[in-house]
């Protein structure tokens, strides 16, 4: 960085939870539902009407904080931030100030230099506003379908170093959400927003710098580019001997640029106060302690096991793990006996190009683990070439069909009769004098054209590595002659 500059960066996560009903009301949480169908009188904001917590969110909230390895407080309470905006109809947001539902923590990325670990300031629960649409006509209409949706925010202390460290923060937490099942983590429907603060200094110097926060995005991408541009602003205006000023900005994707959207004298007084209508949250500690012990295998535990244990390179290791549905896919192909660096191979080149093309999720895929392995078998057997394998996946994968079956229907049978193979083999070695010649004067690579002869004779019906094999034998049987 220009001048020796280091980057300090914190961030605030919003995670939408993914419960059936809102924050504090029986109204569904759904995404793309005509305006203000999902709505009622409690997260409409009517006077009279009181809250009633979801004890789903509490539970999901309480999930990730011990996957984080947050302390949990069993007391926290619910307070309200005042602050008015025509997407909030009861002028403040339902949300957690002095006492969080959870404090502390961490999360383990990896970076260019190894892994790193960020603290966690906390975890708290609020409720989601409203949504404004700004139409063609200028006018603004709002949609309150949101409004109460389930929130969990996680704060970050100022441990990450630069934009991809920032990403990578939230793609793993992310992952986390998706193992525990709390959170779908889909960026287009808004399930994983950030505020990013940031701010500059010169590298070594102890004192941090002045921040700024980035608001609101909802892409990895949006998040890189808009640090990147917020580091640099705030280095030129440090090189040019002026000064950062602390104040909350907006990324405009269409530029790749920041622009101010309150300074520090216009920030909030949000006025924070414990809510009247909701009583402290107190949780018992035998809940609490069941829903550590019932914690899913996190992905970073199941990615070492599969190191240590199946002995897979680090790199098959996170691609299996990047999800929980291929890890739980990949293990129950091993369970068929299949080793795990061949179960390895096949779910991440084959499994996972056709669930990319066909935009599917592993789970809804026909093949079953038990098919896949079938057909590793038969590979490791002889009875398909890797080929003719790669061709009955794919009709397995679309319409759930044994392999064998498979293999049947389309002819595909490897000539499993040496006796046949070998006269192919003979009669090809005859037919051609020259090659042979070539191999004789020390071109071993014409095997490899023998063995094309031999599988285009063979319709590709014969097992490559056996034909290989003859080709060798056979020529070499031309040497002492
Ligand atoms: P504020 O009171 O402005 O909300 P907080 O202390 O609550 O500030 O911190 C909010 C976020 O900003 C946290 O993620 C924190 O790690 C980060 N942060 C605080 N100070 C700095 C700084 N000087 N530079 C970068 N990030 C910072
Ligand atoms: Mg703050
Ligand atoms: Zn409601």
Not at 16 to 38: D, I, L
Not at 308 to 317: G, I, S, T
Request: net charge negative; proline share 5%; aromatic share 6%.
């Amino acid at each position: 960085m220009k001048g020796d500059y280091e980057a300090v960066i914190g961030l605030e996560i919003h995670v939408q939870m993914s419960t059936r009903t809102k924050m504090f009301c029986s109204c569904p949480v759904e995404f793309g539902a005509p305006p203000n169908q999902n709505t009622c009188p409690v997260c409409t904001g009517m006077p009279g009407v009181l809250p009633v917590i979801n004890a789903r969110a509490v539970e999901y909230a309480v999930k990730a904080a011990l996957a984080l390895g947050a302390k949990v407080n069993l007391k926290s309470v619910m307070a309200r931030k005042n602050y008015f905006y025509p997407d909030l109809p009861k002028g403040y947001q339902i949300s957690q100030y002095e006492l969080p539902l959870a404090e502390g923590g961490q999360v383990v990325i990896e970076t260019e230099n190894g892994e790193k670990v960020i603290r966690l300031v906390r975890l708290h629960i609020e409720e989601d506003a409203g949504k404004l649409i700004h139409d063609e006509k200028g006018e603004s209409l709002v949609d309150l379908n949101r409004a109460g949706t389930p929130l969990m925010e996680i704060v970050t202390m100022p441990d990450l170093s630069s934009p991809q460290e920032a990403s990578a923060f939230m793609r793993e937490v992310r992952k986390i959400m998706r193992y525990l099942g709390i959170s779908e983590g889909d960026m287009e429907k808004g399930h994983l927003r950030c505020d990013a603060n940031v701010s500059v200094r010169r590298r070594g110097e102890a004192q941090l710098g002045t921040k700024t926060e980035v608001k609101n995005m909802n892409s990895f991408r949006f998040v890189e580019k808009a640090l990147e541009y917020e580091i640099r602003r705030q280095v030129q205006i440090l090189e040019e001997g002026g000064e950062v000023v602390q104040e909350t900005r907006l990324f405009d994707p269409s530029t790749g640029t920041t622009r101010s959207m309150r300074s520090k004298e216009e920030a909030h007084d949000y006025r924070y106060f414990p809510d009247p209508d909701l009583i402290p949250l107190v949780l018992d500690k035998n809940w609490v302690d069941r829903i550590e012990e019932n914690l899913p295998e996190l992905p970073r535990a199941k990615k070492e096991r599969y190191i240590k244990e199946l002995n897979l390179p680090p790199y098959d290791a996170g691609v299996l793990t990047e999800t929980k549905e291929i890890a739980e896919f990949f293990e129950k192909v091993v369970a068929e006996g299949v080793s795990p660096k061949k179960a390895s191979n096949w779910v991440m080149v084959e499994v996972m190009r056709i669930i990319k093309e066909k935009e599917l999720n592993i789970r809804h895929l026909a093949l079953s683990p038990s098919s896949l392995a079938k057909l590793i078998r038969m590979v490791e057997e002889g009875k398909l070439t890797g080929n003719m394998a790669k061709d009955v996946l794919d009709v397995c994968a679309s319409t759930g069909k044994d392999p064998e079956e498979v293999a049947q229907e389309k002819g595909y049978e490897v000539l499993s009769d040496e006796g046949e193979l070998e006269s192919v083999v003979r009669k090809i070695v005859d037919e051609h004098p020259d090659e042979v010649q070539k191999y004789l004067s020390g071109k071993d690579k014409i095997i490899g054209w023998f063995v094309g002869q031999v599988m285009r004779e063979l319709k590709g019906k014969a097992d490559p590595r056996k034909a290989g094999e003859l080709v060798r034998r056979i020529l070499n049987e031309k040497k002492g002659s």
